[in-house]
């Protein structure tokens, strides 16, 4: 039978796909178990799959001829996965050698877990909240969209949204199961449907982790840590993120709140135009300011290498800066408060996922900032950008 299988939607990601997917490998073989492995290409339009194709023959690639969202394309596979366990993953994550076999030993021992999510970083180390995340209900509803779980966030009462009053290093019972790492029970879903795609782009994990619950099972974070890049499309200041946000939240309230008066309907929608407009009033004034420091900041970047290859990586960094080759972390000084931005390129090839998702996290500060060398594809892949061969 097989264990775990493993569903990732792609849409013109290759270098991140193809870095997931090296991960991904990585920790089959490392732990193995009966494994199969899902691309659903959601018509990317360039050569995503005869890229991937040929250097990952064990994934089945699953080719869509339009664009039809991540719910349905996550769910184009799902209805072929025949694993005991199913895993939504991003494109753009990495996983360690031992998170599958960690999850896969969590929900074993745990038969009224009907999903596991993990603790996310980004590119740079910094913990990502939406890792674990309490249902919005009207109260966290309210609480969110008028600032109380900003104001008050690790309160048991108004931060219920984001759940900052739990340890991001402990193992807990949470309620929303990121759709960038869902594990989740074969038996769950297929009591609770899989993903609803009537939402657009968020929401739908929200959606199927409140019916995991209604379903009987329970939901779990567990601290084990995975990279999670975010792309500028979900730029939480942006107005294209606070429209769809919004507007799954309010699917999700019409669809599991009903009950609930049009006069709080039209409250929350008012809101959406509210945060809207106070979303736009800082990109306008902050713009300008913005661009200016970011541009300061790359003159003064310094680059260190850690790889076999520091004189290959060095010719594929944009610019071409002087860059340091370093043969461990130990060897940088101690980051500063307004000192030089530094970006610190690691290796795939000399480190285990593992260890680099250890030194990203370990490594976590303001003036660093992390990008992972790909040498089977001779490229560097990192938070902001793909940097390849000139």
Known sequence: MVKISIVIVNYRVKYFLEQALRSVRAALTAHPMEAEIFVVDNHSQDDSLDYLAPRFPEVRFIANTENVGFARANNQAMELATGQYVLLLNPDTVVAEDTL??????????????????????????????SKRGFPTPWVSFC???????????????????????????????????????????????KSGLLDESFFMYGEDIDLSYRLVLAGYHNYYLPTPIIHYKGESTKKGSLRYVRIFYEAMLIFFEKHY???????????????????????????????FRRQGEGDKRERGEWYILSRESDRVAGLIPGTPRATAIESMQQLPAPRKGSPLRYIVLDSGLLTYRQIIDIVQQGCHDRNRFLIYNPQAQVIVSPKEIHTRP
């Open 258 to 288: 009903p009950h609930y008066s049009k006069g709080y309907y039209l409250a929350v929608k008012f809101s959406i135009f509210f945060r809207a407009m106070l979303a736009a009033a800082h990109r306008i004034v902050l713009r300008p």
């Open 101 to 130: 076999h960690e999850v896969c030993q969590f929900m074993d021992s745990h038969p009224d877990a009907g999903g596991v999510g993990v603790k996310m970083l980004d590119g740079n180390g910094r913990f990502l909240p939406e």
């Open 144 to 190: 969110k969209i008028f600032g109380l779980s900003a104001l008050f966030p690790h309160s048991r009462l108004f931060g219920r949204y984001h759940l900052k009053y739990l340890s991001p290093d402990e193992c807990h019972q949470i309620d929303i199961l990121s759709g960038a790492f869902m594990f989740m029970r074969r038996a769950t879903l297929d």
